[in-house]
C-alpha cells in the first residue's frame, strides 16, 4: 500500500466517538500524499483529522435524507490549509506569523522554546527575565545564554508568560496523555432531541457560540460554518487580537466583542447563549469558572446544547490551568528534536499541524455529537487537546518523507472585506456536494453585532 493510501487514524477516531465503523465506506483514498515534509507523518495526522470532520458532516447528511455522500481528499488543498500563515494575504501583503520574541533561543545548559506573538506575553516574557519594556531579541538572547534552561522557563512561566524547555524524546511532557481518546465525546446531562433545518447544508439552522482564540478553536467553528452553521464568535475588548490571524480563521463567521463584566452585555450573552446548539471553549478552566462557564453549568442551564472544549495539556490536574500553544507542545514532546536539520538547534514541523488537527478533530466530534443530541436528546461534551494530538503524531507509523509543495497559491479565494481584499486558503474538508469555498469572507475582529443571524 502506498503511503498515500495508509489511513492509521480514522478507525480510531470513529471508535473514539461511538460511530460505526461502515461509516468509512464513503471515504475515497487519497491518489497522493498532503506535501507537507516532515520526519513525522504529519501528512497522515493532517489528512484523517480533516476527513474525519468532512466524514461527520457527511453522516448528517445521511441522517436527515437516508444517503452517506462520498468523501474525498484534496492533498494539496489540506497542505495549504494547515500553513494557510504562508498564503495569506491582505490587499497582496504578507503578514508576520511570528513575533521577535517567539522561537528557540540557547540557554547555559539546553534550549528555551518561547511564544511572546501576543503583546501581553512579551510584555511578561519581559519582566520576568528583568529586561526593559524594549528588549528585543538581542538582549533576550544575551539574558537566556547565561542561565539553566528549566530556570529560564520557570521564572516566565510564573510570571504568566509562556515558555519550555525544548525536551528530547525521552522527556517527552505529553507521554501520559496516550493513553486518552484522541477526541472524547460524553453525555454530561439531559435534555430533548432537537430538530435539523430542512436545507442542503447539514448544519443550516445550527447555532454556534464561538468563544475560542488563536487557530485550533476557530478552525474547528470555520469548519462548522463552512458546513452551514451560524458561528458569532464573541471577545472581550480587553484582551489584544492579532487581526491578521483573525481573519485568516474567520472565513464564514462574524465577530462581536462583549464584557462579560458589565450587566448589560452579560445579558446579552445569556439571550444568546439560551438559544445556541453548540458552545465552543477555548479558555482556560479558571476564567470559565469564574465566568459560570463551566460545561457542568451550561448542561445544568441549557439542556440539549452540545459543548466542544479545547486545551494546549488536557483537562485535569494542573495542566489544565497551564497556558501553552502549538509551537510550545512541540517543543516539550520532542518533536523539536525530531524535526531538528542539523541535530544541533531545534526544529519544527512544517506546519502548526497540532492547532490545525485539533480543530478538525473537535469539529468532527461536535457534529458527531450533533447527530447523536437529535436522534437521543442529552447534553455532550467533547474534549480535545493539543497534548494529546501531539502524542498520537508520536507513535503514528513513520512513512517516507512526503515533498513540499512550493506552488500552492492556486488553493486560495479572494475577498473583499473591511480590512481590505483578504486572500485565504479555501476548505480543506470535503464530500460530495459540500461546498468548495467559503460562503462568506471574514469579518474584521469585533465589527458584528452581537445577535444570531434569523433562522
Keep these: 500500500m502506498s503511503p498515500a493510501r495508509v489511513r492509521p487514524l480514522l478507525p480510531r477516531i470513529l471508535a473514539d466517538l461511538g460511530d460505526p465503523p461502515s461509516l468509512l465506506s464513503a471515504v475515497s483514498a487519497p491518489e497522493s500524499a498532503v506535501p507537507l515534509a516532515s520526519e513525522l507523518p504529519v501528512g497522515s495526522l493532517a489528512q484523517d483529522s480533516v476527513d474525519a470532520a468532512a466524514l461527520e458532516a457527511a453522516a448528517i447528511v445521511q441522517a436527515k435524507t437516508g444517503a452517506l455522500p462520498r468523501v474525498g481528499s484534496h ?6 490549509s494547515y500553513s494557510s500563515e504562508r498564503w495569506f ?24 522554546r518561547t511564544h511572546g506573538n501576543y503583546p501581553h506575553h512579551a510584555e511578561r516574557l519581559r519582566m ?17 545564554s547565561l542561565a539553566p534552561a528549566a530556570a529560564v522557563a520557570a521564572a516566565i512561566t510564573a510570571a504568566g508568560g509562556i515558555a519550555v524547555v525544548v525536551a528530547t524524546l ?25 430538530g435539523w433545518a430542512e436545507d442542503d447544508l447539514p448544519l443550516s439552522g445550527i447555532r454556534v457560540l464561538d468563544l475560542t482564540r488563536v487557530i485550533a478553536g476557530p478552525v474547528a467553528t470555520r469548519t462548522l460554518a463552512l458546513f452551514g452553521a451560524d458561528v458569532l464568535r464573541i ?19 462574524r465577530s462581536a466583542l462583549l464584557d462579560l463584566g458589565a450587566a448589560a452585555d452579560r445579558r446579552r450573552f445569556d439571550r444568546l447563549l439560551a438559544t445556541a446548539d453548540v458552545v465552543v471553549l477555548g479558555y482556560r478552566p479558571a476564567s470559565l469558572t469564574a465566568l459560570g462557564l463551566t460545561p457542568a453549568a451550561m448542561a445544568a442551564r441549557h439542556p440539549g446544547v452540545i459543548i466542544g472544549r479545547l486545551s494546549a495539556w488536557g483537562f485535569s490536574g494542573p495542566d489544565a490551568e497551564r497556558r501553552g500553544f502549538d509551537s510550545i507542545v512541540q517543543a516539550a514532546s520532542g518533536i523539536s528534536w525530531i524535526e531538528s536539520v542539523d541535530g544541533t538547534t531545534p526544529g519544527a514541523l512544517p506546519a502548526q499541524a497540532l492547532d490545525h488537527s485539533a480543530g478538525y478533530l473537535l469539529a468532527a466530534g461536535i457534529m458527531s455529537r450533533l447527530r447523536r443530541q437529535r436522534a437521543e436528546g442529552g447534553t ?31 488553493q486560495a479565494q479572494e475577498f473583499a472585506t473591511g480590512a481590505g481584499l483578504v486572500r ?11 461546498p468548495d469555498t467559503f460562503p462568506d469572507g471574514p469579518h474584521p475582529w469585533g465589527t458584528d453585532a452581537a445577535e444570531w443571524l434569523p433562522r
Aim: proline fraction near 9%; aromatic fraction near 6%; hydrophobic fraction near 40%.
Design 235 to 253: 471577545d472581550s475588548a480587553r484582551l489584544p487580537e492579532i487581526g491578521w490571524q483573525h481573519l485568516d480563521t474567520g472565513a464564514g463567521k
Design 89 to 112: 494575504r491582505i490587499d497582496g501583503e504578507a503578514q508576520p506569523a511570528w513575533a521577535p520574541l517567539s522561537g528557540f533561543w540557547a540557554a547555559s545548559d539546553g534550549w528555551v
Design 380 to 410: 455532550h461534551l467533547v474534549s480535545v487537546s493539543l497534548a494529546r494530538v501531539a502524542s498520537e503524531l508520536l507513535t503514528l507509523p513513520r512513512l517516507p518523507r512526503a515533498e513540499a509543495d512550493p506552488s500552492l497559491d492556486d
Design 128 to 144: 520576568a527575565l528583568g529586561l526593559p519594556s524594549d528588549a528585543g531579541t538581542d538582549e533576550l538572547r544575551d539574558r537566556i
Design 75 to 80: 492533498p494539496r488543498r489540506i497542505a495549504a
Design 170 to 194: 525521552d522527556e517527552n511532557a505529553v507521554g501520559a496523555s496516550a493513553a486518552l481518546p484522541l477526541v472524547e465525546g460524553e453525555r454530561i446531562g439531559g435534555g430533548e432531541p432537537r
Design 424 to 434: 485565504s486558503v479555501r476548505p480543506a474538508p470535503w464530500f460530495e456536494g459540500s
